[in-house]
């Protein structure tokens, strides 16, 4: 599949498509900047990354390199294809790479997964992170009624939300 990949300079759409799951940077988020997009690719996707990024140590060997990042707001998403394709062929890379490379960052479709299901007391509470979830509850002595029940909601939220897309 790579190779075919890799030959056609195409990157197949399902593994472009990321799914953009929002984070919340504080407590109460109220406003969109407020969260931090967490963009989740293929595994697919990242076992090629992987694939390339092999390949493309082996161009500079004996080679030091140096890196200085700057962070510029959204400037994944303002790449100029023909700019940087331009720029890759000039650095030595092969042309079929830098189409491959080209083709990849080109109408990437992206969908956002909003976890709808929140919970927070004072006794417990939802805990999110990308894919994962806890529920968090303090139990004393025999009352689990609020932990249990909560438990079961998330559990049917899961069943309404997402049939047979989870695992416990």
Request: net charge negative.
């Amino acid at each position: 599949m790579f190779n075919l990949s890799l030959s056609l300079e195409r990157v197949p759409a399902l593994w472009k498509t990321s799914c953009v799951v929002p984070v919340p940077k504080i407590s109460h988020p109220k406003e969109l900047n407020h969260y931090r997009p967490i963009v989740l690719t293929s595994h697919l996707m990242k076992a090629m990354e992987r694939i390339v990024l092999s390949y493309l140590r082996n161009q500079a060997p004996g080679n030091t390199v140096r890196v200085m990042f700057f962070d510029f707001s959204s400037a994944f998403n303002t790449i100029q294809s023909s700019l940087l394709r331009g720029k890759l062929e000039v650095a030595g890379m092969d042309q079929h790479l830098a189409a491959w490379i080209i083709d990849y960052l080109t109408d990437r479709p992206q969908f956002v997964r909003l976890p709808d299901f929140k919970y927070n007391s004072h006794h417990c509470h939802l805990q999110k992170f990308s894919d994962d979830t806890a529920i968090v509850g303090c139990v004393s002595g025999e009352n689990e009624q609020e932990y249990t029940g909560v438990i079961a909601d998330f559990v049917d939220w899961c069943d309404s939300s997402h049939p047979l897309h989870h695992t416990f």
